[in-house]
């Protein structure tokens, strides 16, 4: 089993940055792709970005292209998720997920690549 715990998040006025952190601990040899999703209320989880496990390869909403990057650092077992130039709409629960299997091309965007999932961590930006 792999455990993933989210922090970072909090209140931020809008055109701020907040760095998320995930840490990833248990079996995490098994891990592979690794993303962040999110899911504002009244709407379904949506994906915002993922990166491979070697780094080369990330991949990012439309909507959060250019303002946000994924990292990692397997060393450190630890995935980041830098938000810059924030909107009242990337308000949202965020969810950092990972995935025991690689991953090819769209399978990045997809949930059901992604085994596990922490609980979550709001960010919540203000107009």
């Known amino acids: 089993q792999v455990q993933l715990v989210e922090s970072g998040g909090g209140l931020m006025q809008a055109g701020g940055s907040l760095r998320l952190s995930c840490a990833a601990s248990?079996?995490?040899?098994?891990?592979?792709?690794m993303g962040w999703f999110r899911q504002a209320p009244g709407k379904e989880r949506e994906f915002v970005a993922a990166?491979?496990?070697?780094?080369?390869?990330?991949y990012y909403a439309d909507s959060v292209k250019g303002r946000f990057t994924i990292s990692r650092d397997n060393a450190k077992n630890m995935v980041y998720l830098q938000m810059n130039s924030l909107k009242p709409e990337d308000t949202a629960v965020y969810y950092c997920?990972?995935?025991?299997?690689?991953?090819?091309?769209?399978?990045?965007?997809?949930?059901?690549?992604?085994?596990?999932w922490g609980q979550g961590t709001q960010v919540t930006v203000s107009s």
């Open positions: 990166i491979s496990w070697s780094s080369s390869i990330t």
């Open positions: 997920a990972a995935g025991d299997k690689p991953a090819y091309n769209s399978d990045y965007l997809a949930s059901s690549t992604y085994r596990y």
């Open positions: 248990g079996r995490t040899f098994r891990i592979y792709p």
